[in-house]
């Protein structure tokens, strides 16, 4: 059984950093690629940054471009996601999700995690 | 940015049809392909891939949910409607490399 546990999520205050993990089992996780996305109440779905089998291909939507990064370690099964200058509109529900197989364009969501949430705030 | 509209909310009788569609202001084909997927999502619950590909389903996904469309036009159709079935659905397309964009969600009741 394919499974997504996301960790690292919190109350953070403007400007600071957080580091979001997602550990995942049930399948080979050097094999797939892998994203984040994220979910507000106002902006609903938004899918944040994906990443490639060996990690060497990472898109990022615009708004985070040079603010996040995310990376994997296929030895730990685990992919990340840095977050640096967080901002208010950064807050959200933060899902990991593995894409449908190991290519890294024009790919879907296939399994998501249950989310960890993200409050920007002071 | 390719933009997906969908309805806001649809509201159908137990046993009956819906049917939620999705449209994109850009063609998501691509050499025999459509890149539109559909999710559903529970309250309190991620989202679970229901459909690929504009008309695959889903591994687990039973018979009643089934997906058409190509072009900028598609459509998710529940039939029959069970209660279980009350969430919100959403459009996804992956024609090119990212971004991928969602549609705006459209929640499902019963009447």
């Known amino acids: 059984e394919v499974q997504l546990v996301e960790s690292g999520g919190g109350l953070v205050q403007p400007g600071r950093s957080l580091k979001l993990s997602c550990a995942a089992s049930?399948?080979?996780?050097?094999?797939?690629?892998m994203a984040w996305v994220r979910q507000t109440p106002t902006k609903g779905l938004e899918w944040v940054a994906s990443?490639?089998?060996?990690?060497?291909?990472?898109y990022y939507r615009d708004s985070v471009k040079g603010r996040f990064t995310i990376s994997r370690d296929n030895a730990k099964n685990t992919q990340y996601l840095q977050m640096d200058s967080l901002r208010s509109e950064d807050t959200a529900t933060y899902y990991c999700?593995?894409?449908?197989?190991?290519?890294?364009?024009?790919?879907?969501?296939?399994?998501w995690g249950q989310g960890t949430l993200v409050t920007v705030s002071s | 940015d390719i933009v997906l509209t969908q309805s806001p909310a649809l509201a159908v009788s137990l046993g009956q049809r819906a049917t939620i569609s999705c449209k994109t202001n850009q063609n998501v084909d691509y050499y025999g392909n459509s890149y539109m997927h559909w999710y559903q999502q529970k309250p309190g619950q991620q989202p679970k891939l229901l459909i690929y590909l504009a008309s695959n389903l889903a591994s687990g996904i039973p018979a009643r949910f089934s997906g058409r469309g190509s072009g900028t036009d598609f459509t998710l159709t529940i039939d029959p409607v069970e209660a279980d079935d009350t969430a919100t659905y959403y459009c996804q397309q992956s024609r090119n490399l990212p971004p991928w964009t969602f549609g705006g969600g459209t929640k499902l009741e019963l009447k």
């Open positions: 999700a593995r894409l449908y197989d190991g290519t890294y364009y024009r790919n879907w969501f296939a399994y």
């Open positions: 990443i490639s089998t060996g990690g060497g291909n990472t």
């Open positions: 049930g399948f080979t996780f050097s094999n797939y690629g």
